[in-house]
């Protein structure tokens, strides 16, 4: 038993070591000057005379920027991200997964920085991958592409190397990544801190964009992101209808509990980075859903009595409907501190593992997303529940990734499920996919 750990322990290090940078060094650029230092890479202190070889796993050897020790987010760090995946039931194929994942995402990023829905096949080596969605999205999947980078335990401040498995000779640096991704997020930010156009749906462009920054400020204490993050959040606090929840846009009057719930997950992520957000923020969002519960635990959509299968017309109607809304309102209550009555909480959790990821008409990423989230706060990984919910979860998530036979779509996931088809498509599959499979330690 402890053998096969210490083989997975190994494992992961050497899937997620990639090759040192040659250089060491970094570019002076504003975003390159976190207020703490990264400590300089490598081994250890103990672990004198450790050489490294690209690739190759060295046992007492960081490969990981220490610069976000001491923050809200150490548990994507090196060892302690390890440690975790394995407690909580990852594997090495899971790993494995999010690597690969993160390496499509790298590959299709914009020459501008940013992640485009629509026109990443433009990346592509190759035949296209297909799949594109709709460009109204950008900024929300970019936000989203960068959190799975944050939650593997990069920052813009990450120099480590990873070879493109497609491209012979072409490197990666994650680090880099995330800066233009970051530059290009800003970029994108007005004069009110709002992100992107003001779209048919933007508050969830908004949403996601913020949970982003909040993040990137947050693991690597960048000074230059603090005030776009701070801007972020008042936009964002300032857009809910007063005591209750969000909607598409800012105080339309209007709320529901999916557009609610992420934005209570990007102010969550503010909070753990130290940026202020109003406790009334938090009560009307548990107020809303406290008001759309229903005794048997359901969690409407726009009401109490909007319960049930939601139908988007082209895009949702084929698939199954789950308790997507649950698992957003118990995470909502669980990161703002709120203790559920435990009938509620035993409720909420039940119907999640009365449902447990499954494929065909049953897929559905942003539920195994949201049930991974809630069931994994629930009660931890020691729990029979998430135990049951994890298993199924891999089972169904990996073998949809896309693998090396299928050239340029390798570490993909393909949107043709019951929310990302039509919007994100690929890129917005593949991040939240590569989120998943982060529970563990993110
Ligand atoms: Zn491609």
Known sequence: MELCRAFLILGWVSLFAGVLSASGCRASDDLETPSRRSAPEGPLPGSAGASHSPGVAQPGARRWEPAQEGTSWASRLGKKREALALEGGGDERSEAAVLAGLRWLARHQGADGGWHAKAFPGRCNGAKCGNWGDPDLDVGVTGLVMLAFLGAGFTHASSVEFPDPEIPGRVFRFGEVLKKGQQWLLSQQDREGGFGARSEKYMYNHALATQALAEAF?????????????????????????GKGWRYAARSGDNDSSVTGWCVLALRSAGLAGLSVPQSTFDGANAWFDSVTTDDHDVGYTSKEATGHVIIPWNSERWADHDTLCALAFVTKFFTGQALPDARR????????????????????????????????????????????????????????????????????????????????????????VLTLETYYR
């Open 346 to 433: 035993k409720g909420f959790i039940e119907r999640l593992v009365h449902d447990l990821p499954a494929g065909k008409d049953k897929t559905d990423y942003v539920y195994w997303n949201l049930g991974s989230l809630a069931l994994f706060a629930n009660q931890g990984s020691k729990s029979s529940e998430w135990q049951k919910w994890n298993e199924a979860m891999k089972m169904v998530i990996l073998p949809l990734q896309a693998s090396s036979r299928d050239g340029c779509k390798a570490g993909s996931w393909d949107g043709s499920e019951r929310w990302g088809s039509g919007g994100g498509a690929r890129i917005y599959a593949t991040a939240i996919n």
């Open 218 to 242: 947050g693991m690597s204490r960048a000074e230059v992101l603090k005030t776009p993050a701070e801007r972020a959040v008042i936009f964002l606090v300032t857009a809910q209808n007063p």
